[in-house]
Nanobody, 121 residues
């Protein structure tokens, strides 16, 4: 049973920083693509940042220059460093990953349960 578990959310004042972590556990042969999404109250879930196996990254325009996505393949971890946070960043943040579950490459998509980030002005 593969699981993604996020941690690191919380409350922070505007201008502050948080680092989110996403731990993949279970029978895992590797992580292909991984991403962070967020959903604010009353809004649709949106892609925040993504990273592929080779390390290339992409970001939503609203977070470019402030957020950094990274991964540790040996630990099956994905991170999101968030700096210069604003109240508009308040949302539930979700980890999403395409994970190889067999040695010959079967890949399934998984979501974490989400972690709340609240930024006060």
């Amino acid at each position: 049973q593969v699981q993604l578990v996020e941690s690191g959310g919380g409350w922070v004042q505007a201008g502050g920083s948080l680092r989110l972590s996403c731990a993949a556990s279970g029978s895992i042969f590797g992580i292909n693509r991984a991403a962070w999404h967020r959903q604010a109250p009353g809004k649709q879930r949106e892609l925040v940042a993504g990273i592929i196996n080779g390390g290339s990254t992409n970001y939503a325009d609203s977070v470019k220059g402030r957020f950094t996505i990274s991964r540790d393949n040996a630990k099956n971890m994905v991170y999101l460093q968030m700096n210069s946070l604003t109240p508009e960043d308040t949302a539930v943040y979700y980890c999403n990953a395409d994970i190889r579950v067999t040695w010959y490459g079967t890949t399934n998509g998984y979501w974490g349960q989400g972690t709340q980030v609240t930024v006060s002005s």
